[in-house]
């Protein structure tokens, strides 16, 4: 039986450096042939106890990583991790990459447990928003009165930016403190107000506490107000979008094609369900397209991922979808078709229209896939004169259905 490789052990380190470390990390440190980190954490090793190769982190760090680790495979091997290396950390980076049981993980306290530790905040009931490596509108998902927020800064001008945007948001009068070099002799903290913060830049290696209070309310759930989005007038609106939203059912980690994006409304409330969830929004006409990701930035999801092109074509390269949403395009050749061949099963494919030849393409796929066929019609009251009346909206035809685990025949 071959032998196996050693395993490689991720030591997190915190500011307070070799000081504050554990005897097994220590040791795992002294006996490592390579330690590899970034440097700014090699920097806290004493060269008397830690003599081995030292190897810094390239940029960018995760296509670097296979081909380091096969540079050094056989030897013993420890990775340095900022604080808990499995939380924002190197620590899932490399599990996904070796396999979680070739990891040995020595934690330290996360830069998250200090700040609760020292605001008197329950860990548990404190959102954490990182904006390592993310934009600045990743933070406009958790912004409601009176919520609090841990934010992960990406560097020292990160304090300003979040005011900034804040401020742009509503929250002005929103406390921030910075913590930085938490768990070190150095530490600090600076205080102020989103909208007057008075602090430079200062230390790179901080987080910010954040503390709401007023401020304009967002709900999670589907159906958001058709004003919250930049349009024109190609929107599935606020009563059908929730509906539509909720025979999608989106799960954490699943991944929605939304085609014939329009203003971007399906795919940014599939994304605002949960922050694993994944969409791509598919939109032929590029000047929807800048707008559909304008939306998912505004709504606090720039993750959302656009393409530009018409499908099917556009379709072609794209990951394999739990689910489809077709708002735009049903008559166009092999649409139908491709989204459902594409789909793994158990997926969920929805379609609305509002025509009458896209409606008799959705009924012949109703008769042959079975699923739900429905009617949604709204009507909102307007002034009439001096009275009051209903106005109908135009109503829309929508079909729905699950792909099936094995091949299905079309019903004769």
Not at 255 to 279: K, N, Q
Not at 283 to 295: G, K, T
């Amino acid at each position: 039986m071959p032998e196996l490789p050693p395993p490689i052990t991720v030591v997190g380190i915190g500011a307070d450096g070799w000081p504050g470390l554990a005897a097994d990390s220590r040791s795992a440190l002294r006996s490592a042939e390579v330690v590899v980190g970034g440097p700014r954490q090699l920097e806290l090793l004493p060269h008397d106890e830690v003599t081995t190769e030292r190897v810094a982190w390239p940029s960018p760090l995760r296509p670097a990583v296979p081909r380091l680790l096969a540079e050094h495979a056989g030897r013993r091997l420890a990775v340095l991790a900022s604080g808990d290396p499995m939380f924002f950390g190197i620590g899932r980076t490399l599990a996904e990459i070796v396999g979680a049981e070739r990891l040995r993980v020595l934690p330290h306290p996360s830069s998250v447990s200090h700040a609760c530790a020292r605001l008197g905040w329950p860990l548990e009931a404190t959102e954490v928003v990182s904006l390592v490596g993310r934009p600045l509108d990743t933070l406009t998902l958790g912004l409601n009165p009176g919520r609090r927020l841990l934010v992960l800064s990406a560097d020292a001008a990160t304090p300003a930016a979040v005011a900034a945007l804040l401020t742009e948001r509503g929250f002005g009068a929103a406390r921030l403190r910075v913590l930085e070099q938490l768990g070190s002799p150095a530490e600090h903290c600076l205080d102020g107000r989103a909208d007057d913060w008075p602090h430079p830049p200062g230390d790179p290696l901080n987080l910010i506490a954040v503390e709401l209070g007023d401020g304009p309310r967002s709900s999670l759930v589907p159906g958001l107000p058709d004003a919250a989005y930049e349009s024109d007038g190609q929107l599935t609106k606020r009563h059908v979008r929730a509906a539509t939203l909720a025979v999608l059912a989106p799960s954490p980690g699943e991944l929605l094609w939304d085609v014939g994006g329009g203003s971007g409304s399906i795919a940014v409330e599939w994304l605002r369900a949960h922050r694993d969830c994944r969409a791509v929004s598919i939109e032929r006409d590029p000047v929807r397209a800048e707008r559909i990701a304008r939306n998912a930035a505004a709504l606090g999801v720039p993750r959302l991922r656009v393409v530009t092109g018409p499908a099917p074509s556009a379709l072609a390269e794209l990951p394999t979808p739990d689910a489809v949403f077709i708002g735009g395009g049903l008559t166009a050749p092999g649409l139908l078709d491709g989204c459902w061949a594409a789909m793994r099963p158990g997926g969920r494919l929805v379609a609305n229209t509002v025509t009458l030849e896209s409606e008799a393409l959705l009924t012949e796929w109703y008769r042959r896939h079975g699923g739900e066929l429905v009617r949604l019609a709204v009507a909102h009251a307007v002034p009439v004169g001096g009275f009051t009346g209903w106005r109908q909206a135009m109503p829309v035809t929508q079909w729905s259905a699950v792909k099936p685990n094995t091949p299905q025949e079309d019903a004769s």
